[in-house]
Every structure is written in C-alpha cells, then in structure tokens.
C-alpha cells in the first residue's frame, strides 16, 4: 500500500525494537492489543466463530467512529455471520481457514494484509479495522476508514470570481480524488508514506511521472526523510521543516486549497505534496512570480487578468514602499512636496505630539489588530467590525490629535494594497519588510529607503526553491528562453502561451502544438 517507508519510522523501530510479529495464538494477539488500548474507551474488539458448526474463531479490532460502520456492517459481519463452513465446495474445503475467509467472508476489494503487530495497529489507528484468525501468523486489514469530516466545501482563503468553487478538505484520500478528477492520466502518480513517529500522519506526493524533474522529486523525498519529529498536525509544520532559508520571512512553498490551482500545477511539472488532516496543499518547486497568479488569471480574457496582474505587483510595491516613502519626504525631503500640499500638512501636523514615524506605526498597529480581530470572529461580524472599527479609530484618532489625516491615508491604502495580493503567505512576509524599510527611510530619508528595497531585491535574488532561483522569470529567465515572461507581469494569450514553465522536464516542455 505505501510506496516508501519513512525514516522516522524505520529509526524508532530499530531503537525500540518494536517490531512484533503476529502470533498464531489468536489469544495471545487479543491480550497484546487489549493491552496498547487499556483506557481506551474507543477500541472496540469482538472475539467470535465464523459461520455455524466447527467454525473457526476470528478476533475483530477497530476504533470506533474512525470506521464506516455501515460499510463495516455491510461487507464484514453481514457475509461472516452468513458463512456456512459446511457447505463450501471441495475446493474450498483444501484451501485453509484463513484464505477461505478472506476469499468468501469478506465482501470488498479494498483489503490487504499484515504480518506485524506495527502495522496492524497504524492501519487501525487510521481507521481501519483488523481481523485475526486462529492457527495463522497474517492479519487481514479492511478498509473501512470513515472518520468524521466536513466534506468539499468552497474555498475561503482564495476566492474566485469566475473558476470551480471546490475546496480541499482535511481528508487526504478525498484531496487526491480532486486532483486525480482533473488528471485522468495514468502519469500522474501518488507516493504515499507517514510522517510523525507518534502522530502517523499520512502524506502523499502527486506529480506527472514524464513531466516532473527527477532530481527535483528525488529532493523532496530527501527532505521529508530527514524529518523526525513526533507529530505532524497541519501542512504549515512540513513546509517549515522543508524549506531552505528558514530565517527568511518571504515563503519558498506555496500553499493552495483550489484543487484546479493544485492539477494545473502539476501539469506544469511541480509536486504536490498532500497532508492528511489538513485542507491546504504544498507546490514546489514556487517562484515569487506564482504568488501573484491566480487561478482566475486563466478562465477571464487576458486582457482584463493582464491589468489585473499588474495591479497586484504595483500593490506589492504600494504595501512594502508606501509608508517608508512618507516618512522620508516628511523629515527629509519635504521640497518634493507641492506648496499648497505643505501648507495643509503642516497645518495638520502642528497638533499633532508624535513624529510621523510614531504616527505609522500607531495607527498601523491599531489597523493590524482590527485585521487580527476580524479574522478571529465570523465572518459577518468580521468583515463590519473591520469596516466599522477602521472608520471609528482613524475618525477619533484625527480629531483627538494622534495623528494627522495624511497618516490615515497612507495607513488605509497600504492595507488596502496588501488584499489585493492572492497569496496569504507572501502577504506576512511583506506586512513585516514594510516596518524593516519604514525604519531604514525614518533613519537616512530616501537612501534608507532604497537600501531597504535594494537589500529586499538582494535577498530574494539569493534564495532559491529545490534548485530553481526564486525571481525567476525576473532573473536567470534564460534558462527557459524567457517562456515565463508570458506569464509575469503580463498574462499573454493561452494560445502563445504553447511551452510550461521551467519546473517542467525540459523534454516534456511543449504543452501546446
């Protein structure tokens, strides 16, 4: 069932030693288990004959609403309890106790077996359910998995206006069918393993076996081996431990809930790496030109998505530069500013008791909590606290002399700018590089603020992504003949657009005639 075996699982095998094989005694199996989920009040194992007279005896074990007990009931107890061991056919009677159960008592194709302890208790633990029989060292596994779940539900944190509305959720068997429904293509394969000596969260890799770069899977299968941590509880805790430059604030993984952003993708040659229990999904390797598409970009006419992409790179700039240009004309370069704009500034500003740099961050500050609190609550009561408290503070802090109306609009614009960037990740990063450039402009005026954008541009030319440079196409564009640029800053039509990107193999690049 799994493709390759985690590490971490591997090590605390071989230190523990706690590899136990299935004994024959199917007693001695009941007390082992009975013995792990002492307390348990969950764990549900029923000792029972199989058909009528001079049946064998089989021991059942699962957890209780991680399992299908419908399906349960329908292909398991329903077709043993109806198993007459009398009348089976002289074939069946040569074949021994434990295949004739598997072949004719259990009504299901999904089913494999164990012959240790370990994984008997991982495949129950995951919601399946385990069957023993008397006199064999094998231990048939059922899949009966149906754990509670909320289901395909629309996106939340990335919107469309036009597009499919589906949703990953936090079942990873459900995220795979998704992806799988979009990519009827035997390429496209599903490497499954488990993270978390504890936890044993299930993970997947989904790519295009021709068109994903080996060395680049061969990466990331190197990266998630040398994870050993004892749980694994969301997506965000993978791409933490996988990324390059931890100490970075831009991301280097991009995470999506779109199924349809997650195929089209891996059509472009990237990985997907899937987590159970949680509803985003990881795409390496990223560039800091993905964070700006989004999967509407696609579906609209490209003239319109082309102004729209340029909005959001100016956006970015608004969000990172803005307040940190402010400052540096106010205490610096005031010349820059037109006469009768002086005049009204000054006027502002004489009540005002804070520099324009307290002023920023005061009202910055007071916008990131409205920001905060709105996100914590529902989304009705969210979206007016934010609105309303916004109007409220800015209103009541000019009057009360805190801080100028200029401040106000700059403060209002910036936020504004940051939601009109797709991506929530690459957000964060820009929300704390505008206090880093703020800083740099309130302490040498517009020589700050250059240097803190010249030493952003420098830092984001240094990092790099399983191998690919981070401003690609922006820079190193030539190592695919400049294809990308099609789809930077300007979206190009999708019948130009006729190669894939340069994550792709370069022998699978065409994806257009």
């Not at 997506?235 to 431990?241: I, K, S, T």
């Not at 969000?319 to 006469?339: C, K, R, W």
């Not at 991506?423 to 820009?430: A, D, H, I, P, Q």
């Not at 603020?449 to 690609?472: D, E, K, N, Q, V």
Request: aromatic share 10%.
């Amino acid at each position: 069932m799994y493709i390759f075996t985690h590490s971490v699982q591997i090590k605390a095998m071989e230190n523990d030693k706690t590899i136990t094989p299935i004994s024959p005694h199917i007693k001695e199996n009941m007390r082992h288990i009975e013995a792990l989920f002492t307390d348990s009040q969950d764990f549900i194992g029923r000792y029972f004959p199989v058909g009528g007279k001079n049946a064998p005896w089989i021991y059942m074990a699962y957890v209780d609403m991680m399992s299908d007990r419908g399906l349960f009931d329908m292909t398991i107890i329903r077709h043993l309890f109806e198993m007459d061991w009398g009348a089976l056919s002289p074939e069946e009677k040569g074949q021994d106790l434990y295949t004739a159960i598997k072949d004719r008592g259990i009504a299901t194709v999904d089913f494999s077996e164990a012959d240790n302890m370990e994984d008997v208790l991982y495949f129950m633990l995951a919601g399946d359910t385990a069957v023993f029989v008397d006199g064999y060292d094998k231990v048939i596994v059922i899949a009966t998995r149906g754990f509670p779940n909320r289901g395909i539900q629309s996106a939340e944190t990335e919107i469309v206006v036009q597009g499919p509305r589906e949703a990953f959720s936090e079942v990873m068997r459900f995220n795979t069918a998704l992806i799988r429904r979009r990519i009827r293509d035997t390429g496209l394969k599903v490497k499954q393993s488990k993270l978390g000596v504890r936890s044993q969260t299930d993970i997947a890799l989904m790519y295009v076996e021709d068109i994903v770069r080996p060395e680049v899977l061969r990466e990331v299968e190197r990266r998630l081996e040398k994870i050993n941590i004892d749980g694994v509880m969301d997506a965000g805790c993978v791409e933490q431990l996988i990324e390059e430059s931890w100490l970075s604030p831009f991301p280097q993984i991009q995470l999506t809930e779109r199924p349809d952003k997650a195929a089209a993708s891996i059509l472009e040659g990237r990985i997907a790496i899937i987590v159970d229990c949680s509803p985003f999904v990881l795409l390496v390797p990223v560039s800091l030109n993905a964070f700006f598409q989004a999967s509407e970009d696609y579906y609209s006419r490209w003239q319109v998505m082309s102004l729209t992409r340029m909005l959001r790179f100016i956006g970015a700039l608004i969000a990172v530069a803005l307040p940190g240009a402010y400052v540096a004309v106010a205490l610096y370069h005031p010349s820059m500013i037109p006469l009768l704009m002086v005049e009204k500034l000054a006027e502002a500003s004489r009540a005002v008791p804070f520099p324009a740099v307290m002023e920023i961050i005061i009202l910055d500050a007071a916008f990131e909590l409205l920001r905060e609190a709105g996100i914590r609550l529902r989304n009705a009561s969210g979206g007016t606290i934010g609105i309303v408290g916004g109007l409220i503070i800015g209103q009541a802090a000019v009057e009360a002399g805190l801080v100028s109306p200029i401040v106000v609009i700059i403060v209002a614009m910036t936020g504004i700018a940051t939601f009109s960037i797709p991506s929530v990740s690459l957000v964060y990063g820009f929300r704390l590089i505008k206090y880093f450039i703020l800083i740099l402009a309130a302490a040498l005026g517009f020589i700050g603020l250059w240097a803190g954008l010249l030493i952003t541009l420098i830092h984001l030319a240094g990092m790099r992504s399983f191998g690919f440079p981070y401003l690609m196409p922006f820079a190193a564009g030539e190592m695919n003949r400049y294809e990308e640029m099609k789809d930077g800053i300007f979206r190009f039509p999708l019948k130009r657009m006729k190669r894939r990107p340069f994550y792709a193999n370069p022998k699978q690049n065409k994806r257009m005639e």
